[in-house]
């Protein structure tokens, strides 16, 4: 039951809508051949459509989700939607600037065509007479919903898990449709430990007698028990191990003093008693053949299917992605969406990625929105309703429509942009048009200066979920990851340049670091601190105490200079690895610095410096 205050921050009070989809007069044709005569699809929506309906997004829910999203139902008790904390006014899918369309899926129970349906031809549910249904089914059905309500083109597409499967196929099979694209916590395909799952769950629904070969309907027997089961197999793998633990650990019930061991060989565990409810619960509201064919669809998807592989079938995708991987994630592993992000690379599309901190397993983007719900924010385009800016959007400078000017926001990076001098030398090393990778782009100032002084698109990289934010907001792209852990998801060659903009004195590892930047561009651009000029040394000569200065401004118990290195140092380093240096650009920061620069003494003049370099066969 949801208090005052909940509601108060919902969209308020709605309800599902059974849309009468108009068919051919051969009906739906379905990718495995047959046809439906008839189609009816629930669905929800959320926030006004604007006049020109370029503020639509749509939400592909997951397995056993269906079209209540948000909101609230008028009946008494009714739980929100499923992703209320999401959606709503000033929310991450903002419904004072979007409008959000939720569908129930094909083969669904919550009033979409599915295997509990009434056939037309013969008057009685479907069955196990429903026709096979593939993802790529349940993507045509989203498309004449929308068809249905006159939009033809989505401003975000949205999924986790299955409606994230959705999400990648509906991008690939109508790559003109869609603007942005985020997928959560999802695959191309299912790993063979998520099939043996989903094969099990479906063992223990055709197994209970109750089934009867899925013709249950009316005979006041259902196979309660082993959907069930199945749903109590499903929860085991939505939850991370240490949530489990934390939850539950091996915390027993009470037993009545006394009392023998039950003879079904249940436990008295926390954990099955969790388990218990949760298969109890699901009876209520969901139906055992819909389960059969839903998982049955996921299970089959495989996006290089008739494509060649991934990375060719991704060729073809004209929309923004946002990729985002749950770290304790076990039935969707992180290592899937880092994979699918990286094939979106190799395949030239324009593509973020983040790993959110997520101990609650693979429920965690229903349950674990703060940072999922800024991500998501951050990502969306601006959209104006109703030809005048949302509230929100005030100060963007957009025309009506669509824009990606950044939002106005708190600033979390702390790297330090250029100074006008080393910014215009830096400028001047790139080539327009080029592509360029911005490591440890901290809130991507630099991305931006790129942009609007070279028209060039670049991609960041940072380890931060807040330099994710503020650089998606700004509208540039990013990977999140750690460059000291390499740039294995980039593959070799895909960049012009990479620059290291103040970052190469606080990684770990700057030896590595450097043969990376120039395995994934041609070109590297570095700047550092001297730790060499001339102020320096004599602050430490002098006072015998590490020393401070512009450029290295950090007490030294309080710095995040791990590496403090000199221009003489660096090009050690680069002769040691084969690197040429091409270009050397030395910033003093004083006077007798500029003096000392001029008369060639640079390691002793240059506060800063900055440096193109390449592999010596380039």
Not at 270 to 276: A, P, T
Not at 297 to 311: F, I, K, N, P, S
Not at 373 to 392: D, L, Y
Not at 586 to 593: E, L, Q, R
Request: with cysteine; charged share 25%.
């Amino acid at each position: 039951m949801a208090n005052e205050r909940d509601k108060a921050a919902s969209v308020g009070v709605g309800e599902t809508r059974i849309a009468r989809i108009e068919l051919p007069p051969e009906g739906l044709r379905l990718d495995g051949g047959a046809a439906l005569p008839e189609l009816n699809v629930a669905y929800e929506t959320y926030g006004v459509l604007s006049p020109r309906r370029d503020n639509v997004v749509y939400l592909c829910h997951a397995l056993t989700g269906d079209a209540h999203a948000a909101g609230w139902h008028e009946c008494e008790g009714n739980a929100p939607g499923w992703w209320d904390d999401m959606i709503g006014p000033g929310k991450g899918i903002d419904t004072n600037i979007y409008f959000v369309v939720c569908g129930n899926i094909l083969g669904g129970c919550k009033g979409t065509t599915g295997p509990s349906s009434l056939d037309p031809a013969t008057g009685k549910p479907y069955g196990t007479d429903f026709p096979a249904i593939t993802v790529g089914d349940l993507v045509t059905v989203h498309r004449l919903l929308l068809r249905h309500l006159g939009v033809e083109r989505v401003a975000g597409l949205i999924g986790g898990s299955l409606g994230g499967m959705q999400v990648i196929e509906w991008m690939v099979r109508h790559p003109e449709s869609v603007d942005r694209a985020v997928c959560i916590a999802s695959a191309t395909s299912l790993s063979a430990q998520a099939l043996a799952f989903d094969i099990v769950a479906r063992r223990a629904i055709t197994s209970d007698p109750d089934w009867q070969g899925g013709r249950y309907y009316g005979t006041g027997r259902r196979p309660d028990r082993g959907l069930a089961l199945a749903r109590r197999i499903g929860h085991i793998t939505y939850l991370s191990p240490a949530m489990m633990t934390s939850k539950f650990g091996r915390e027993r019930r009470e037993r009545p003093a006394g009392s023998a061991a039950a003879p079904d060989f249940s436990s008295d565990f926390q954990v099955e008693s969790y388990l218990d409810y949760q298969g109890e619960k699901f009876l209520k509201r969901f139906d055992a053949n819909s389960y059969l064919y839903i998982t049955q669809a996921m299970d089959e998807y495989d996006l290089a299917t008739g494509r060649g592989t991934v990375e060719e079938a991704l060729r073809v995708v004209k929309a923004k992605v946002l990729v985002i991987a749950l770290s304790d994630d076990w039935l969707f592993p992180p290592e899937q969406s880092v994979a699918l992000a990286g094939d979106l690379l190799r395949s030239g599309r324009q593509v973020s990625f983040c790993r959110l901190h997520a101990p609650h397993g693979h429920d965690a983007f229903l349950v674990d929105i703060e940072h999922l719900s800024e991500v998501v924010r951050a990502f969306m385009p601006w959209v104006r309703r109703n030809g005048e800016e949302s509230a929100a959007a005030v100060g963007s400078g957009a025309e009506d429509g669509v824009s990606d000017e950044p939002r106005p926001r708190p600033r979390h990076g702390v790297r330090q942009p250029p100074d006008v001098e080393e910014c215009d030398r830096l400028l001047s090393m790139i080539e327009p048009g080029s592509r360029v990778l911005d490591l440890g782009c901290g809130d991507g100032r630099l991305l931006s200066l790129l942009k609007a002084r070279r028209g060039i698109r670049g991609v960041g990289v940072d380890i931060s979920i807040e330099s994710v934010i503020d650089v998606l907001d700004a509208g540039h792209d990013i990977l999140q990851g750690d460059i000291d852990a390499g740039l294995a998801t980039i593959p070799a060659g895909s960049y012009d340049y990479a620059i290291l903009s103040e970052t190469l004195q606080v990684v770990r590892k700057p030896r590595f670091v450097l043969g990376e930047m120039l395995r994934v561009a041609r070109y590297g651009i570095v700047s550092f601190p001297n730790f060499a000029k001339w102020s320096l040394r004599l602050q430490l000569g002098l006072r015998g105490r590490m020393p401070k200065g512009k450029s290295l401004p950090f007490e030294w118990y309080d710095t995040p200079n791990i590496h403090l290195f000199t221009l003489k140092d660096f090009g050690a380093l680069c002769r040691e690895d084969g690197i040429r240096i091409l270009q050397v650009h030395c910033v003093p920061d004083s006077p007798i610095g500029a003096l000392l620069v001029r008369m060639q003494c640079c390691n002793l003049g240059a506060d800063r410096v900055l440096v193109k370099i390449a592999r010596e066969e380039t």
